[in-house]
């Protein structure tokens, strides 16, 4: 059983648009989410994070929001650069390694 | 600042060779180490973590092992792989088991 997961497999976004990418988890114990992006041939790296407690965070580019009630969250990426194209990975955690979605494969077209 | 290292980059090897990859975090003490494989088109599975010198916890059974024989190495390990053994291996540190975790480059492991 998937416990986070990432439905669109790829996203297309024009440079200079926002890029949303979507997470949607299952435990509702989940207290901490974390974005990571991911070029190929090279390990994930760490982007942002929220707990729970919060319903937005935001660093630079990037912002994450949460709804738990829905169970789901998101990543903005606000204006979409070119460099941004990698795979995003969303993860979750209550006190316990992370747990990794599937991955959106985002390509920022010039 | 912390850093860790992974190799080799690329493997191959043979359908019933052993294996072993190494990787060594500098700059901390006490991490969280882990071991995950992404297989093609797939997303990251845990293998194994270890909040401690010998301590090792396996998410998945298989025919892969990992030890840590000091604070900061971390070991994946097989006495005979298969094909389905093929993949990007990587290899991450924590301070804690809920806080970010820091990847290395990761191995490409090719079976032949």
């Known amino acids: 059983d998937q416990q986070v997961k990432q439905n669109s497999p790829s996203l297309s976004v024009q440079e200079g648009r926002i890029s949303i990418l979507n997470c949607d988890y299952t435990n509702s114990m989940f207290d901490y989410f974390l974005w990571y992006k991911k070029y190929p041939a090279e390990g994930p790296t760490f982007l942002i994070s929220i707990s729970s407690i919060k319903d937005k965070n935001e660093d630079g580019r990037f912002t994450v929001f949460l709804n738990k009630s829905a169970k789901h969250l998101s990543l903005h990426i606000v204006p979409s650069q070119p460099g941004d194209s990698a795979v995003y990975f969303c993860a979750a955690s209550v006190n316990t390694p992370l747990v990794f979605g599937k991955g959106t494969r985002l390509s920022v077209i010039a | ?112």
């Open chain 2, 1 to 112: 600042s912390q850093t860790i290292h992974q190799w080799p980059a690329t493997l191959v090897q043979p359908v019933g060779s052993p294996l072993s990859l190494e990787c060594t975090v500098e700059g901390t003490s006490n991490p969280n180490l882990y071991w995950y494989r992404q297989a093609a088109g797939r997303g990251l599975q845990l293998l194994f973590y270890s909040v401690g010198i010998g301590q090792i916890s396996s998410e998945v059974p298989q025919n892969l092992s990992a030890s840590r024989p000091q604070d900061r190495q971390f070991i994946l390990s097989s006495k005979k792989l298969l094909l389905s053994d093929s993949g990007f291996y990587l290899c991450a540190w924590s301070v804690e088991v809920n806080q970010p975790q820091h990847f290395g480059d990761g191995t490409r492991l090719s079976i032949l």
